[in-house]
Antibody
């Protein structure tokens, strides 16, 4: 059974960098699929942030592209998100997820982690 | 970028009612459309992809249809456990945008 778990600080100060890691179990990232990050501000909808392949190939949401970096560590079976210059608008539940085969839809999700941007 | 809209934004229906939710893309996306269910306080769950393909384990009362710009999610007989917000997502090309959601509850 594929499982994903987000980890990282729950509170980040404005203008700083948000850093999260997703640890995957039950499946080797090196075996394939794209792995992504999605966020959901409290009480609002879902926003795709970006996705990465085990080779390091990435797709980013153009609306966030200047501020995000997604990386992968296949030796630890993890992938990570860095979002720079955060503001209160970046407060959200951040989910990591796996894409479903060759489709850019998300079939396995982590439980999500709330990141609050506040001084 | 292609924008996704959903209607209605919320609905209330009785148990066993047939419920239909609509998702519209601002440009044609062929059948690259997925539906997710998010129960209160829970993680989104993939229900349908390729507009009409049911994800493994999803009850058959859920169905999807459409192509191009107009899509529907139908619950043939609403059950209490279907109380949730439903999101569509287009995935023909990045960015993989979600619709704003439709909240479904029991009357």
């Amino acid at each position: 059974q594929v499982q994903l778990q987000e980890s990282g600080p729950g509170l980040v100060k404005p203008s700083e960098t948000l850093s999260l890691t997703c640890t995957v179990s039950g499946y080797s990232i090196s075996s394939g699929y794209y792995w992504g990050w999605i966020r959901q501000p409290p009480g609002k909808g879902l926003e795709w942030i970006g996705s990465i392949y085990h080779s390091g190939s990435t797709y980013y949401n153009p609306s966030l592209k200047s501020r995000i970096t997604i990386s992968v560590d296949t030796s630890r079976n993890q992938f990570s998100l860095k979002l720079s210059s955060v503001t209160a608008a970046d407060t959200a539940v951040y989910y990591c997820a796996r894409t479903h085969g060759s489709n850019w839809v998300f079939d396995y999700w982590g439980q999500g982690t709330l990141v609050t941007v506040s001084s | 970028d292609i924008q996704m809209t959903q209607s209605p934004s919320s609905l209330s229906a009785s148990v066993k009612d047939r419920v239909t939710i609509t998702c519209r893309a601002s440009q044609g996306i062929s059948n690259y459309l997925a539906w997710y269910q998010q129960k209160p306080g829970k993680v989104p769950k993939l229900l349908i992809y390729a507009a009409s393909t049911l994800q493994s384990g999803v009850p058959s009362r859920f169905s999807g249809s459409g192509s191009g710009t107009d899509f529907t999610l139908t619950i043939s007989s609403l059950q209490p456990e279907d109380v949730a917000t439903y999101f569509c997502q287009k995935y023909n090309s990045a960015p993989f945008t979600f619709g704003p959601g439709t909240k479904v509850d029991i009357k």
